[in-house]
Protein backbone atom coordinates (compact mmCIF):
# COMPACT_ATOMS: atom_id res chain seq x y z
CA UNK A 1 0.00 0.00 0.00
CA UNK A 2 2.31 2.34 0.86
CA UNK A 3 5.63 3.47 -0.78
CA UNK A 4 8.47 3.53 2.05
CA UNK A 5 11.33 1.28 0.92
CA UNK A 6 11.95 -1.71 3.44
CA UNK A 7 14.92 -1.15 5.57
CA UNK A 8 18.52 -1.71 4.49
CA UNK A 9 19.78 -5.28 5.91
CA UNK A 10 23.06 -4.86 4.27
CA UNK A 11 26.03 -7.30 5.52
CA UNK A 12 23.32 -8.35 7.80
CA UNK A 13 22.17 -11.14 6.58
CA UNK A 14 24.58 -14.19 7.22
CA UNK A 15 25.54 -15.81 4.12
CA UNK A 16 25.56 -19.64 4.36
CA UNK A 17 29.51 -19.70 4.30
CA UNK A 18 29.15 -18.06 7.97
CA UNK A 19 28.00 -19.71 11.08
CA UNK A 20 26.01 -18.04 13.57
CA UNK A 21 28.87 -17.17 14.96
CA UNK A 22 31.24 -15.40 12.55
CA UNK A 23 31.87 -12.10 13.09
CA UNK A 24 30.35 -11.02 10.17
CA UNK A 25 27.04 -11.28 12.06
CA UNK A 26 26.55 -7.88 13.48
CA UNK A 27 24.27 -5.20 13.99
CA UNK A 28 24.84 -1.71 14.14
CA UNK A 29 22.93 1.10 16.25
CA UNK A 30 22.25 3.25 13.03
CA UNK A 31 20.68 0.46 12.07
CA UNK A 32 17.97 -0.19 14.93
CA UNK A 33 17.82 3.18 15.37
CA UNK A 34 16.40 3.52 11.92
CA UNK A 35 14.31 -0.27 12.14
CA UNK A 36 12.45 1.08 15.30
CA UNK A 37 11.98 4.72 13.63
CA UNK A 38 10.43 2.88 10.13
CA UNK A 39 7.82 0.58 12.78
CA UNK A 40 7.17 3.92 14.11
CA UNK A 41 6.19 5.33 10.54
CA UNK A 42 4.39 2.23 9.90
CA UNK A 43 1.97 2.53 13.29
CA UNK A 44 1.62 5.92 12.26
CA UNK A 45 0.21 4.87 8.92
CA UNK A 46 -2.36 3.01 10.65
CA UNK A 47 -3.49 5.53 13.26
CA UNK A 48 -3.55 8.27 10.82
CA UNK A 49 -5.75 6.05 7.99
CA UNK A 50 -8.18 3.79 10.44
CA UNK A 51 -12.21 4.37 9.68
CA UNK A 52 -12.80 5.16 13.17
CA UNK A 53 -17.04 4.66 11.91
CA UNK A 54 -16.19 1.05 11.37
CA UNK A 55 -14.44 0.57 14.51
CA UNK A 56 -17.31 2.20 16.69
CA UNK A 57 -19.85 -0.43 14.94
CA UNK A 58 -17.80 -3.26 15.75
CA UNK A 59 -16.94 -1.96 19.27
CA UNK A 60 -20.78 -1.23 19.49
CA UNK A 61 -21.65 -4.85 18.38
CA UNK A 62 -19.31 -6.51 21.03
CA UNK A 63 -21.33 -3.86 23.71
CA UNK A 64 -24.31 -5.19 23.06
CA UNK A 65 -24.09 -9.26 21.87
CA UNK A 66 -25.92 -11.52 24.49
CA UNK A 67 -24.20 -14.64 23.70
CA UNK A 68 -19.87 -15.24 23.40
CA UNK A 69 -17.39 -13.31 21.47
CA UNK A 70 -15.77 -15.87 19.34
CA UNK A 71 -12.28 -14.68 17.88
CA UNK A 72 -10.27 -17.12 15.85
CA UNK A 73 -7.36 -16.35 13.61
CA UNK A 74 -4.17 -18.84 12.36
CA UNK A 75 -0.71 -18.52 12.76
CA UNK A 76 0.61 -15.09 14.12
CA UNK A 77 -3.11 -13.90 13.82
CA UNK A 78 -4.41 -16.80 15.80
CA UNK A 79 -1.75 -15.77 18.81
CA UNK A 80 -3.10 -12.33 18.42
CA UNK A 81 -6.68 -13.39 18.61
CA UNK A 82 -6.41 -15.64 21.55
CA UNK A 83 -4.68 -12.65 23.47
CA UNK A 84 -7.85 -10.08 22.90
CA UNK A 85 -10.25 -12.82 23.70
CA UNK A 86 -8.10 -13.32 26.87
CA UNK A 87 -8.08 -9.90 27.57
CA UNK A 88 -12.09 -9.09 27.55
CA UNK A 89 -12.17 -12.52 29.94
CA UNK A 90 -10.44 -10.28 32.12
CA UNK A 91 -12.68 -7.20 31.83
CA UNK A 92 -15.32 -10.06 32.90
CA UNK A 93 -16.69 -10.19 29.20
CA UNK A 94 -17.81 -14.01 27.75
CA UNK A 95 -15.29 -14.73 24.93
CA UNK A 96 -13.43 -17.61 23.80
CA UNK A 97 -10.89 -18.12 21.32
CA UNK A 98 -11.87 -20.89 18.70
CA UNK A 99 -9.38 -22.39 16.37
CA UNK A 100 -10.17 -22.68 13.02
CA UNK A 101 -9.14 -26.02 12.63
CA UNK A 102 -10.50 -27.85 15.77
CA UNK A 103 -13.24 -25.71 14.95
CA UNK A 104 -13.83 -27.66 11.89
CA UNK A 105 -13.71 -30.94 13.66
CA UNK A 106 -16.09 -30.54 16.25
CA UNK A 107 -15.71 -27.43 18.11
CA UNK A 108 -18.36 -25.40 16.54
CA UNK A 109 -20.64 -27.16 18.23
CA UNK A 110 -19.45 -24.37 21.11
CA UNK A 111 -21.02 -21.32 18.71
CA UNK A 112 -25.06 -20.30 18.66
CA UNK A 113 -27.56 -17.72 17.26
CA UNK A 114 -26.42 -14.40 19.77
CA UNK A 115 -22.75 -15.08 19.56
CA UNK A 116 -20.16 -13.09 17.40
CA UNK A 117 -17.50 -14.71 15.91
CA UNK A 118 -14.71 -12.06 14.48
CA UNK A 119 -12.19 -13.78 11.98
CA UNK A 120 -8.85 -12.07 12.15
CA UNK A 121 -6.17 -12.05 8.94
CA UNK A 122 -4.17 -9.74 7.34
CA UNK A 123 -4.99 -10.74 3.94
CA UNK A 124 -8.42 -11.92 4.90
CA UNK A 125 -7.75 -15.66 2.30
CA UNK A 126 -6.90 -17.34 4.99
CA UNK A 127 -8.35 -20.52 3.62
CA UNK A 128 -8.88 -21.81 7.64
CA UNK A 129 -11.06 -19.06 8.49
CA UNK A 130 -12.86 -19.32 4.30
CA UNK A 131 -14.17 -22.90 5.64
CA UNK A 132 -14.85 -21.79 8.94
CA UNK A 133 -17.80 -18.95 7.73
CA UNK A 134 -20.64 -21.09 6.66
CA UNK A 135 -20.22 -23.44 9.55
CA UNK A 136 -20.50 -20.71 11.71
CA UNK A 137 -23.07 -18.93 9.94
CA UNK A 138 -24.96 -22.18 9.77
CA UNK A 139 -24.87 -21.93 13.81
CA UNK A 140 -26.49 -18.34 13.57
CA UNK A 141 -23.90 -16.33 14.76
CA UNK A 142 -22.56 -12.90 13.73
CA UNK A 143 -19.75 -12.55 11.73
CA UNK A 144 -16.94 -10.33 11.18
CA UNK A 145 -13.95 -9.94 9.33
CA UNK A 146 -10.96 -7.99 10.88
CA UNK A 147 -8.23 -7.42 7.73
CA UNK A 148 -5.50 -5.21 6.42
CA UNK A 149 -6.93 -5.92 2.95
CA UNK A 150 -9.70 -4.31 1.59
CA UNK A 151 -12.35 -6.20 -0.80
CA UNK A 152 -10.92 -9.68 0.62
CA UNK A 153 -12.54 -13.07 0.04
CA UNK A 154 -13.49 -13.16 4.12
CA UNK A 155 -14.91 -9.59 4.33
CA UNK A 156 -17.66 -10.36 1.13
CA UNK A 157 -18.39 -13.55 3.05
CA UNK A 158 -19.06 -12.00 6.86
CA UNK A 159 -21.30 -9.48 7.95
CA UNK A 160 -19.16 -6.57 9.03
CA UNK A 161 -15.65 -5.56 8.14
CA UNK A 162 -13.24 -3.70 10.00
CA UNK A 163 -10.10 -2.79 8.04
CA UNK A 164 -6.69 -2.17 9.44
CA UNK A 165 -4.54 0.36 7.48
CA UNK A 166 -1.41 -1.57 6.53
CA UNK A 167 1.39 0.23 4.82
CA UNK A 168 4.29 -2.45 4.43
CA UNK A 169 5.62 -5.24 7.36
CA UNK A 170 8.76 -4.16 8.86
CA UNK A 171 10.86 -6.97 7.21
CA UNK A 172 12.62 -6.09 4.23
CA UNK A 173 10.81 -8.84 2.03
CA UNK A 174 7.84 -7.46 3.58
CA UNK A 175 6.46 -10.64 4.56
CA UNK A 176 7.13 -11.35 7.91
CA UNK A 177 3.79 -10.53 10.01
CA UNK A 178 5.39 -7.97 12.41
CA UNK A 179 3.86 -4.75 11.88
CA UNK A 180 0.58 -6.43 10.91
CA UNK A 181 0.28 -8.10 14.02
CA UNK A 182 1.32 -5.06 16.21
CA UNK A 183 -1.77 -3.05 14.71
CA UNK A 184 -3.89 -5.80 14.79
CA UNK A 185 -3.05 -6.30 18.60
CA UNK A 186 -3.49 -2.46 19.55
CA UNK A 187 -6.77 -2.55 17.77
CA UNK A 188 -7.72 -5.19 19.74
CA UNK A 189 -6.67 -3.91 22.95
CA UNK A 190 -8.00 -0.51 22.49
CA UNK A 191 -10.96 -1.81 21.59
CA UNK A 192 -11.19 -4.11 24.88
CA UNK A 193 -10.64 -0.94 27.15
CA UNK A 194 -13.35 1.02 24.93
CA UNK A 195 -15.53 -1.87 26.34
CA UNK A 196 -14.31 -1.39 30.09
CA UNK A 197 -15.51 1.90 29.84
CA UNK A 198 -18.62 1.74 28.87
CA UNK A 199 -19.60 -1.50 30.83
CA UNK A 200 -18.21 0.56 34.09
CA UNK A 201 -15.78 -2.02 35.62
CA UNK A 202 -15.03 -1.06 38.86
CA UNK A 203 -11.06 -1.16 39.96
CA UNK A 204 -12.31 -4.16 42.53
CA UNK A 205 -14.21 -6.30 39.68
CA UNK A 206 -11.40 -5.32 38.06
CA UNK A 207 -9.19 -6.58 40.73
CA UNK A 208 -11.71 -9.70 41.37
CA UNK A 209 -10.41 -10.97 38.14
CA UNK A 210 -6.54 -11.46 39.03
CA UNK A 211 -6.20 -12.72 42.67
CA UNK A 212 -3.35 -14.38 42.03
CA UNK A 213 -1.25 -10.84 40.48
CA UNK A 214 -0.15 -8.12 42.36
CA UNK A 215 -2.92 -6.37 40.35
CA UNK A 216 -5.74 -8.29 42.32
CA UNK A 217 -3.56 -8.13 45.30
CA UNK A 218 -3.16 -4.63 45.52
CA UNK A 219 -6.56 -3.82 45.16
CA UNK A 220 -7.75 -6.51 47.09
CA UNK A 221 -5.73 -7.46 49.99
CA UNK A 222 -6.12 -5.50 53.37
CA UNK A 223 -3.97 -5.28 56.02
CA UNK A 224 -6.04 -7.75 58.27
CA UNK A 225 -5.19 -10.41 55.58
CA UNK A 226 -0.98 -9.98 55.56
CA UNK A 227 -0.70 -9.09 59.22
CA UNK A 228 0.61 -11.37 62.19
CA UNK A 229 -1.23 -11.36 65.09
CA UNK A 230 -1.65 -13.05 68.88
CA UNK A 231 1.15 -15.25 69.21
CA UNK A 232 2.94 -13.64 66.59
CA UNK A 233 3.35 -10.52 68.11
CA UNK A 234 6.67 -9.34 70.34
CA UNK A 235 4.54 -7.89 72.94
CA UNK A 236 6.08 -6.20 76.19
CA UNK A 237 5.14 -3.90 78.68
CA UNK A 238 6.63 -0.50 79.25
CA UNK A 239 7.87 -1.68 82.76
CA UNK A 240 9.70 -4.24 81.45
CA UNK A 241 13.68 -3.79 81.43
CA UNK A 242 15.16 -3.55 77.48
CA UNK A 243 17.53 -6.51 78.41
CA UNK A 244 15.11 -8.53 79.49
CA UNK A 245 13.38 -8.42 76.53
CA UNK A 246 16.04 -9.04 73.74
CA UNK A 247 14.82 -12.61 72.99
CA UNK A 248 11.22 -11.12 72.05
CA UNK A 249 12.92 -8.50 69.85
CA UNK A 250 14.56 -10.67 68.02
CA UNK A 251 13.03 -13.86 67.79
CA UNK A 252 9.33 -12.81 66.16
CA UNK A 253 10.98 -11.13 63.05
CA UNK A 254 9.31 -7.64 63.16
CA UNK A 255 12.33 -6.36 64.45
CA UNK A 256 10.79 -4.33 67.13
CA UNK A 257 8.46 -4.85 70.39
CA UNK A 258 5.29 -3.69 70.97
CA UNK A 259 4.77 -1.72 73.78
CA UNK A 260 1.28 -2.09 75.93
CA UNK A 261 -1.02 -1.23 78.45
CA UNK A 262 -2.89 -3.87 80.78
CA UNK A 263 -5.80 -3.40 78.43
CA UNK A 264 -3.77 -3.99 75.25
CA UNK A 265 -3.72 -0.64 73.90
CA UNK A 266 -0.20 0.40 72.32
CA UNK A 267 1.66 2.52 74.03
CA UNK A 268 4.36 2.41 71.48
CA UNK A 269 7.02 0.80 70.10
CA UNK A 270 10.97 -0.10 70.81
CA UNK A 271 13.15 -1.18 67.55
CA UNK A 272 16.07 -2.78 67.08
CA UNK A 273 17.45 0.11 65.88
CA UNK A 274 16.17 1.56 69.20
CA UNK A 275 18.29 -0.70 71.04
CA UNK A 276 21.49 0.25 69.00
CA UNK A 277 21.33 4.04 69.13
CA UNK A 278 20.30 3.42 73.61
CA UNK A 279 23.43 0.85 73.59
CA UNK A 280 25.87 3.90 72.42
CA UNK A 281 24.54 6.53 74.44
CA UNK A 282 23.50 4.45 77.43
CA UNK A 283 26.57 2.04 77.85
CA UNK A 284 26.40 -0.05 81.00
CA UNK A 285 23.01 1.59 82.17
CA UNK A 286 21.11 0.14 79.70
CA UNK A 287 20.80 -2.65 82.19
CA UNK A 288 18.67 -0.54 84.06
CA UNK A 289 16.80 0.88 81.73
CA UNK A 290 12.92 0.09 80.40
CA UNK A 291 11.45 -0.33 77.72
CA UNK A 292 9.00 2.70 78.40
CA UNK A 293 11.86 4.70 78.83
CA UNK A 294 13.31 4.26 75.53
CA UNK A 295 10.13 3.62 73.64
CA UNK A 296 8.47 5.86 70.36
CA UNK A 297 5.53 6.96 71.69
CA UNK A 298 4.01 8.21 68.62
CA UNK A 299 4.71 5.31 66.12
CA UNK A 300 2.81 4.77 62.78
CA UNK A 301 0.04 3.26 63.53
CA UNK A 302 -2.57 1.57 60.49
CA UNK A 303 -6.13 0.16 60.85
CA UNK A 304 -7.29 -3.71 59.74
CA UNK A 305 -9.44 -2.47 56.84
CA UNK A 306 -6.57 -0.27 55.21
CA UNK A 307 -5.60 -1.83 51.79
CA UNK A 308 -2.02 -3.45 52.31
CA UNK A 309 -1.20 -1.15 49.50
CA UNK A 310 -2.10 1.43 51.52
CA UNK A 311 0.38 0.23 54.05
CA UNK A 312 3.25 -0.28 52.16
CA UNK A 313 2.95 3.69 50.96
CA UNK A 314 2.91 4.71 54.82
CA UNK A 315 6.32 2.96 56.10
CA UNK A 316 7.78 4.14 52.33
CA UNK A 317 6.45 7.83 53.83
CA UNK A 318 8.83 11.02 54.79
CA UNK A 319 10.79 12.00 57.25
CA UNK A 320 12.05 8.25 56.82
CA UNK A 321 10.77 4.82 55.50
CA UNK A 322 10.21 2.38 58.43
CA UNK A 323 9.52 -1.70 58.09
CA UNK A 324 6.80 -2.22 60.22
CA UNK A 325 3.32 -0.67 61.12
CA UNK A 326 1.09 -1.88 64.15
CA UNK A 327 -2.23 -2.20 63.38
CA UNK A 328 -4.75 -0.85 66.25
CA UNK A 329 -8.58 -1.31 66.42
CA UNK A 330 -10.78 1.74 66.69
CA UNK A 331 -10.65 1.71 70.43
CA UNK A 332 -6.31 1.76 70.12
CA UNK A 333 -6.75 -2.07 70.34
CA UNK A 334 -3.29 -3.29 69.31
CA UNK A 335 -4.42 -6.40 66.92
CA UNK A 336 -1.56 -6.84 65.03
CA UNK A 337 1.40 -6.01 62.96
CA UNK A 338 2.44 -5.28 59.37
CA UNK A 339 5.42 -5.76 58.29
CA UNK A 340 7.36 -4.22 54.95
CA UNK A 341 9.02 -8.32 54.61
CA UNK A 342 5.78 -9.64 54.78
CA UNK A 343 3.92 -7.33 51.95
CA UNK A 344 7.07 -7.97 49.90
CA UNK A 345 6.46 -11.93 50.54
CA UNK A 346 3.11 -11.13 49.48
CA UNK A 347 3.72 -10.54 46.20
CA UNK A 348 2.80 -6.49 46.85
Given amino acids: MGSLSPPSFSNDIPSSKHTLNSNSNHIDETTLVNLFK????????????????????????????????????????GFVARKIS????????RSVFLSPVDALHGDIGIVSAGDVLVLLSKSGATDELLRLVPCARAKGAELVAVVSAEGSALSAMCDMTVVLPLERELCPFNMAPVTSTAIQMVFGDTVAIALMGARNLSKEEYAGNHPAGKIGKSLIFK??????KEDELPICRESDLIMDQLVELTSKGCGCLLVVDDNHHLIGTFTDGDLRRTLKASGDAIFKLTVGEMCNRKPRIIGPDAMAVEAMKKMEAPPSPVQFLPVINDDCTLIGIVTL?????AGL
Wanted: net charge positive; charged share 10%.
Fill in 38 to 77: SQQSHLNFFFNNIDHSQTLSFTRLLLSTAGTIFFSGVGKS
Fill in 86 to 93: QTLVSLAI
Fill in 223 to 228: VKDVMK
Fill in 341 to 345: HGLVS
